[in-house]
């Protein structure tokens, strides 16, 4: 079946630096790729959709200037934390898809802002 | 290996009947459950979840079974609607770790 990887699976930085996490469909080409953001014992929240080669949609609510989504290829697409705080600490989750019907999951990074 | 499985890719249900999605999962230390729902080009939306101390939640026309000793999870939908056609994701975590998902089982509701 189709993978999706991320990359890093964990990362601690600094308050005030920037971090860059990586969502790879490995064996398909995405269409449109989704960030998620995971809080403890709650839903998902859905931060963004990103198309290939056009700007991310951003939910309401999610800074965009923080969090910045670059989807350069039809099989990567990026989510860069920028001036990252400790309430950023999360994990953060990517989907991606190639049909209207599919989605396939990234298996999370998690970030800790010290 | 896949810690939460959706063994049905898809399943096709009268409107009016009860809808039943399936759910296993082999990790004994998940103590949170959840179900997502999923339009065509469009991310999951969260539906309903339970907890581990729970074997039971109900939410209008949803509801979610949890047996524990079985390791396995289902999700009710009474009375199916047309509008309950789309793919549905069990997912579960364990404490401060993250949500795995299942490959999602897509629900047709027929006329």
């Known amino acids: 079946g189709a993978v999706v990887s991320q990359h890093p699976s964990r990362v601690i930085c600094k308050s005030g630096t920037s971090v860059k996490i990586e969502c790879r469909s490995l064996?398909?080409?995405?269409?449109?790729m989704f960030w998620y953001r995971q809080f403890p014992k709650q839903s998902l929240m859905l931060m963004a959709t990103?198309?290939?080669?056009?700007?991310?949609?951003?939910e309401q609510g999610v800074e965009k200037d923080k969090f910045l989504i670059n989807h350069a290829s039809l099989t990567l697409s990026t989510l860069t934390v920028t001036s990252a705080h400790p309430e950023d600490s999360s994990f953060y989750i990517c989907?991606?898809?190639?049909?209207?019907?599919?989605?396939?999951f990234g298996p999370g990074t998690r970030l800790t802002v010290t | 290996d896949q810690q939460v499985k959706q063994n049905s890719p898809s399943l096709s249900v009268q409107e009016g009947r009860i809808s039943i999605l399936n759910c296993d999962y082999t990790n004994s230390m998940f103590d949170y459950f959840l179900w997502y729902k999923k339009y065509p080009a469009e991310g999951p939306t969260f539906l309903i979840s339970i907890s581990s101390i729970k074997d039971k939640n109900e939410d209008g026309r949803f509801t979610v079974f949890l047996n524990k000793s079985a390791k396995h999870l289902s999700l009710h939908i009474v009375p199916s609607q047309p509008g309950d056609s789309a793919v549905y994701f069990c997912?579960?975590?364990?404490?401060?770790?993250?949500?795995?998902f299942g490959k999602g089982t897509r629900l047709h509701i027929l006329p």
């Open positions: 064996d398909f080409q995405a269409t449109t």
């Open positions: 990103s198309n290939e080669g056009s700007k991310a949609t951003y």
């Open positions: 989907s991606a898809t190639q049909m209207a019907y599919e989605q396939y």
């Open positions: 997912a579960a975590s364990a404490t401060d770790d993250k949500i795995i």
